[in-house]
């Protein structure tokens, strides 16, 4: 098939797809290293009337899990921490855990813990609103009893990753931001990439918009500060792709280190990953998690 033949009958998917559902973002398909398919659609300010563009950086949401999974792993291959010890050894003496719980329980949504995220509280309408103290924030709402055992069931929680942040910044002496950044981004070029704090300028930044029935708005607020670990990086088309590569190609950890980080777990889930067969194609990983409507396809093995 002729390369402009697969170029039109993608973008004939698409279009038909964008006549069913909004979309705002970049989409690109890339085979062998070589892009089949590339192109922006919406807007990255509805306001000011700017378009997305190929380069358009946007929040990549719960994957950001997958990086702050692999920095842990970066950690314990160098032997700066074991992820089979309990968490509590390596986190700051005023954030401590059931001893339980060790640091593959957080990786794996199977530690237990309570989960906030289940708006029976004022987390979102209240306390979202404040200023930011990560002390005060583990106190109130990450500091209560274990719902059950670890590694009983697998329960998707945000909580596990906080933790892992948490963990980066007190093994390390650095901020978690800056240990991503040091330790991935720039080794592997993604200058695109960066920790949305809710505060700074973010270079090609688009904006987040919802659909309110029939209505476009902007999204409601959220303090990335809260989402440490679990969410906040920002990141365009071009970076996520080395990323893949990084990936694919197991360049930077050990390989026992990839296989422990590939391993499938409960509930499909990897570490910062999903396993899942697609049509029979074979095994395929998830980037994100669907239910955030952020997640891509992509095959590494």
Not at 70 to 85: N, P, R, T, Y
Not at 90 to 117: R, V
Not at 127 to 135: E, F
Request: charged fraction near 25%; proline fraction near 3%.
């Amino acid at each position: 098939m002729l390369m402009q033949e697969i170029r039109s009958k993608i973008d004939a998917y698409i279009n038909e797809y964008l006549e069913s559902w909004d979309f705002y973002g970049v989409i690109q398909v890339i085979k062998n290293d070589d892009i089949l398919f590339e192109n922006a659609y919406g807007y990255a300010n509805i306001e000011f009337g700017i378009k997305n563009n190929i380069s358009s950086c946007f929040s990549i949401a719960s994957m950001t899990k997958q990086f702050t999974a692999f920095a842990i792993m970066l950690l314990h291959d160098k032997g700066v921490l074991d992820i089979d010890k309990p968490a509590s050894l390596f986190l700051p003496g005023d954030m401590k855990i059931d001893k339980s719980i060790t640091i593959h329980h957080l990786l794996s949504h199977t530690s237990g813990l309570s989960n906030f995220y289940n708006f029976e509280n004022d987390f979102f309408s209240g306390y979202n609103r404040m200023d930011y103290s990560k002390n005060d924030f583990f106190q109130r709402y990450i500091n209560k009893e274990p719902v059950f055992p670890p590694d009983v069931k697998y329960d998707y929680n945000n909580v596990n990753y906080n933790l892992l942040a948490w963990i980066i910044e007190n093994v390390t002496g650095e901020r978690y931001e800056d240990y991503i950044r040091n330790s991935i981004f720039l080794p592997l070029n993604m200058m695109n990439s960066d920790i949305d704090d809710g505060c700074k300028i973010i270079k090609n930044r688009s904006g987040n918009y919802v659909k309110d029935f029939d209505v476009i708005i902007k999204s409601p607020y959220y303090n990335e500060k809260f989402s440490i670990g679990a969410g906040a990086i920002i990141s365009n088309c071009d970076d996520l792709y080395k990323w893949y590569i990084c990936l694919r190609d197991r360049k930077i950890l050990s390989q026992k280190a990839y296989n422990r980080f590939f391993n499938e777990n409960k509930n499909n889930y990897c570490y910062g990953l999903e396993y899942h067969h697609v049509y029979g194609t074979g095994r395929l990983l998830t980037w994100g998690r669907p239910s955030w409507n952020k997640y891509l396809y992509a095959e590494l093995f």
